[in-house]
């Protein structure tokens, strides 16, 4: 049986046409599969890498940690009070200059952003500190005091932190509670005094707990 097409100079069996068509589609279906696959495929490593994501991560950046603490001793810095005793102090400001309108929750404050303390304060010049934060660009810096046998609620940031360990002992934790894409499971981890910078991935449900005596971290924002 033939099929007369218009505009073709020839006419072609239908069984020929009908082949080809079939073939056409079994080729389409196919590629759409193979496609499937190949997400499927992408989208497994995607889960597996997610899982295997550290939580802190060590950067490449060490300083000379008794060189900072010896400027901080000599430096007049006004610590801000927290409900259990703990204490922090800014680094960085958001152009008035103040020691404690960075530290705190920013949750009530929905029209004050991290990034808005990006401005370091003329007592951190020329200092160790100062370094650091322009080493990392980073934004909210501070320095915060973790009292001995406190601990923080279980709570999310909206952005990566940096942490570097000032003084410290073996019982002060970072707790990973829940498990989640990211989390595949419970987690802790203790940051030493070893002059490096950890970024930590605090986008995820997290606490800190001082099990032991005061501890002191820099904080700092990741942009």
Same mark, same amino acid.
């Given at each position: 049986m033939y099929l007369q097409s218009h505009?073709?100079?020839? #006419?072609? $069996?239908?069984?020929?046409m009908l082949?080809?068509?079939?073939? @056409?589609?079994?080729?389409?279906?196919?590629?759409?599969?193979?496609?499937?696959?190949? /997400? =499927?495929?992408?989208?497994?490593?995607?889960?597996? @890498? #997610?899982? /295997?994501?550290?939580?802190i991560d060590r950067t490449n950046h060490k300083y000379d940690l008794e060189q900072l603490?010896?400027?901080? *001793? +000599?430096?007049n810095i006004s610590w801000q009070p927290d409900a259990d005793g703990s204490l922090q102090t800014a680094l960085q400001h958001r152009g008035d200059c103040s020691f404690h309108d960075a530290c705190g929750s920013l949750k009530?404050? $929905?029209?004050? *952003?991290e990034r808005d303390f990006s401005q370091l304060l003329p007592l951190?010049?020329?200092?160790?500190? *100062?370094?650091?934060?322009?080493?990392? +660009?980073?934004? @909210?810096?501070?320095l915060m005091r973790k009292n001995m046998h =406190?601990?923080?609620?279980?709570?999310?940031?909206? #952005?990566?932190?940096?942490?570097m360990a000032i003084d410290t002992h073996e019982h002060a934790y970072f707790i990973f509670p829940k498990k989640g894409l990211i989390?595949? @499971?419970?987690?802790?981890?203790?940051? $030493? #005094?070893?002059?490096?910078?950890?970024?930590? +991935?605090t986008t995820v449900a997290h606490t800190v707990a001082n099990c032991g005596p005061d501890r002191t971290h820099l904080v700092m924002v990741k942009k």
């Open positions: 505009g073709l100079k020839h #006419a072609r $069996p239908v069984s020929s082949w080809k068509i079939s073939y @056409r589609y079994s080729c389409i279906c196919h590629n759409s599969i193979q496609n499937q696959r190949w /997400k =499927t495929v992408h989208f497994t490593v995607w889960i597996v @890498r #997610a899982l /295997k994501m550290s939580l603490k010896w400027e901080l *001793s +000599n430096l009530d404050r $929905p029209d004050v *952003s951190y010049e020329g200092t160790i500190l *100062s370094q650091i934060i322009k080493d990392f +660009n980073a934004v @909210r810096s501070r =406190t601990t923080y609620s279980v709570h999310k940031d909206k #952005a990566k932190r940096y942490h989390q595949d @499971r419970k987690e802790i981890f203790h940051i $030493p #005094a070893d002059g490096y910078v950890y970024e930590v +991935n």
